[in-house]
């Protein structure tokens, strides 16, 4: 091929693309289109390493769009949600989410992981459609723009407790040895939360070790820890390589309180750490015993369809996420139809009535500041108490 | 840390890493192209290996629910992982190897075929099982303890159980490729297939024998890696994929022993990060690599290759 005429294909191509990229991309003349309902997008983590967060975070969302369908939908008009898996890494969330967008939904719940939400979240910023987090617990989410807010209390606010509440437990704690992935962002924002925790209480960790997302061997990281006699360790890591390094560590001798943060606050340990996982601290954003109508009312459906399981802490959030929104769109429907309304424009007036309004729902009463954090009231503590059998367990909240 | 405790964590990360090359020697020996398939193998492997000591498929995929009416001891169950893991390499071969050699295509072809077929395979155990993650219960090794002491280092049982395999399986691999009629007839085949198959060996089921062997070690790798840290979802298979390729070139390709030095090298060369940097591992493996490479660029006990008139 000549290079003019390479040239010429080339140009050819990329005004395709452009062409084929700007399809879709401005919504600003499209009108709110409600066939089939009035549509909703979540981009959850369904494969990869955060898989065990988004099953937990399907059931959450099915349940509250049956409770919201079942109460008569979005004034008459049912909600309908569509549901796109983003893998556990951030391409895969920066594709679902420009999928959701182009498709014209008005609203957009996820993604999993903060890791993926700083990547996609700006997508959504910058097309203007109104996110709820349901799980990202970071430091600066709701900071990434007016549409970005977050029905998951930061790591900030609830990591501490734990901390506490271990020193509550076991009043002589001195060495705390600190394992966090240093390429997840969670993580490593939690762990900085955790590590200020600790100072805070006269504990300076004994060694920080720092991890990796996909790592499943920790003989290393965990035999440099034990030499330092710690008798308390404090984990910011994902489910199944926090599963697998508890298991590790108590396998390899570690007797002592361990701390987990956000990451693990997931039954899915349970198969990971198995007996191990028994005496786990975690903080919590949501507490099963929370006596509320709106509680009960999630409680009640999850159990149904759960053969009288306890909802887990992501089920909640996923479910608040979903309800925020509903009652959102039903005040907004309210005010003007959505029906053919200029799609750009109400989805900025869903943010603004995210943000206005108050929720109750399975987490308590909750409300949202000015740029999008969530306002909770109570939270918990819990540890994990696994049955004889070492295949199931709960958390049982500390009182 | 103490240099014992830093040799048995190095060795036994080592071991995995050392048997998953194996299998990925094998083919290469034979056929002068990677099995990007192996990584699904190995996943199978550990699925296989939890299905058959009685494991129950969760509550997603098709299979939810599903349970086979026995359960095996575990070291029943690994044997059988392993044969069941080769059927599939040999599907693998028949599906994605044996039309392109019949073609005489391009080796690049088959290793697209082959990282098609992964991916295949990876997408149809999600389908099938869910995504979420499954465990060998702890208890499968019977009365043996969690982890034993060893001269001050601490060492967890299957971690030594992982290494005293891998070293078993290379001695009998060896021993089969240097003292039986069929080891001799593959070693043949991968110096020269065509002069092999004038001297009346049969290429093509050598080329079989390499797939089956192959799938059986990645399946035993796979329900022993399962066991030590748990099945991490269909794509736990992936990282151990990119590891082993980096330990098959630092070995030498198509060398066995160079397989399991360069297994034991690698795992060595992570241990050897000090802990606190030991997020970064990874760099100082490949970087590791990238210096044997640049020092000895067949690899640690690579020969050669044969040139072809």
């Not at chain 1, 401005?26 to 967060?53: F, K, R």
């Not at chain 1, 349970?270 to 005496?279: A, M, V």
């Not at chain 2, 210096?291 to 690899?299: A, I």
Request: charged share 15%; proline share 5%; aromatic share 8%.
């Amino acid at each position: 091929m000549s290079v003019g005429r390479l040239l010429r294909v080339g140009t050819g191509l990329l005004t395709l693309s452009l062409l084929l990229a700007g399809c879709g991309s401005d919504d600003t003349n499209q009108p709110v289109d409600v066939t089939g309902g009035v549509p909703v997008g979540a981009v959850l983590a369904l494969t990869g390493n955060a898989n065990v967060y988004g099953q937990d975070q399907k059931i959450g969302l099915e349940l509250a769009l049956q409770q919201r369908n079942g109460s008569g939908g979005i004034n008459g008009r049912p909600l309908k949600l569509a549901l796109e898996d983003s893998g556990s890494d951030e391409p895969g969330a920066n594709a679902a989410f420009t999928l959701q967008i182009n498709r014209g939904v008005l609203a957009l719940i996820g993604p999993t992981l903060s890791q993926q939400a700083f990547s996609a979240d700006p997508i959504a910023q910058r097309r203007g459609v109104p996110v709820v987090a349901p799980s990202n617990t970071a430091t600066g989410i709701p900071e990434i723009g007016f549409f970005i807010s977050r029905v998951s209390a930061q790591s900030s606010v609830i990591a501490p407790l734990a901390i506490e509440r271990a020193l509550t437990i076991q009043p002589g704690l001195k060495r705390a040895a600190v394992f966090y992935a240093q390429d997840d962002a969670y993580s490593t924002a939690e762990t900085t939360i955790f590590q200020k925790a600790l100072k805070e209480k006269g504990l300076e960790p004994v060694t920080v070790q720092r991890t990796q997302l996909n790592d499943q061997d920790f003989q290393n990281q965990i035999s440099a820890a034990l030499r330092e006699k710690p008798d308390l360790i404090v984990l910011s890591l994902q489910a199944v390589d926090g599963g697998n390094l508890i298991r590790q560590l108590r396998e390899l001798g570690y007797r002592g309180l361990i701390v987990a943060g956000n990451g693990m606050n997931t039954p899915n340990i349970y198969p990971i750490c198995q007996k191990y996982c028994d005496g786990l601290l975690i903080a919590q954003a949501y507490s099963p015993e929370l006596d509320t109508p709106a509680n009960g009312a999630f409680l009640k459906a999850f159990k149904a369809a759960k053969g009288g399981a306890i909802p887990p802490q992501l089920t909640a959030q996923a479910y608040t996420a979903l309800q925020v929104i509903g009652e959102a769109l039903v005040r907004l429907d309210k005010r003007q139809p959505l029906a053919g309304a200029p799609l750009a424009a109400t989805r900025k007036q869903l943010m603004q009535e995210i943000l206005a309004g108050s929720y109750a729902t399975p987490l308590g009463e909750i409300r949202f500041t000015p740029e999008g954090e969530v306002i909770q009231s109570q939270f918990f503590v819990a540890q994990v108490r696994m049955d004889p059998d070492g295949r199931s367990g709960r958390f049982a909240l500390l009182k | 840390m103490d240099l014992l405790q830093i040799l048995v964590n190095g060795l036994s990360v080592g071991a995995v890493y050392g048997l998953f090359a194996l299998g990925y020697t094998l083919v290469f020996s034979v056929l002068g192209v990677i099995n990007f398939a192996h990584g699904a193998v190995f996943t199978l492997g550990a699925y296989f290996t939890y299905l058959l000591i009685g494991g129950a498929v969760g509550a997603n995929g098709l299979l939810a629910g599903f349970q086979l009416p026995f359960a095996l001891p575990f070291w029943g169950a690994l044997p059988l992982a392993g044969l069941g893991a080769a059927l599939v390499a040999l599907l693998v071969e028949r599906v994605a190897f044996r039309p392109l050699r019949r073609r005489r295509a391009d080796p690049l072809l088959a290793l697209i075929t082959s990282l098609g077929a992964g991916v295949i395979l990876v997408n149809l155990i999600q389908l099938l099982v869910g995504a979420e993650s499954y465990a060998i219960p702890t208890g499968a090794l019977g009365g043996l303890p969690a982890s034993f002491s060893l001269l001050g280092a601490r060492v967890r049982t299957v971690q030594a159980l992982l290494l005293g395999i891998a070293v078993l399986l290379l001695a009998l691999l060896t021993l089969w490729l240097e003292g039986s009629r069929n080891g001799k007839g593959l070693q043949a085949v991968a110096e020269d297939a065509e002069t092999a198959q004038l001297l009346g060996i049969d290429s093509t089921a050598m080329v079989r024998l390499a797939f089956g062997l192959s799938g059986f070690l990645a399946g035993v790798a796979g329900g022993l890696v399962g066991l030590s840290v748990s099945i991490a979802g269909p794509y736990f298979g992936i990282g151990y994929g990119l590891k082993g390729l980096a330990v098959l070139v630092l070995g030498g390709l198509g060398s066995v022993p160079g397989a399991v030095l360069g297994g034991l090298i690698v795992g060595l060369a992570e241990a050897f990060v000090p802990a606190d940097w030991s997020g970064y591992k990874d760099a100082v493996s490949y970087g590791f690599l990238f210096l044997v490479l640049l020092l000895r660029p067949r690899g640690l006990l690579g020969r050669p290759l044969p040139s072809k008139v």
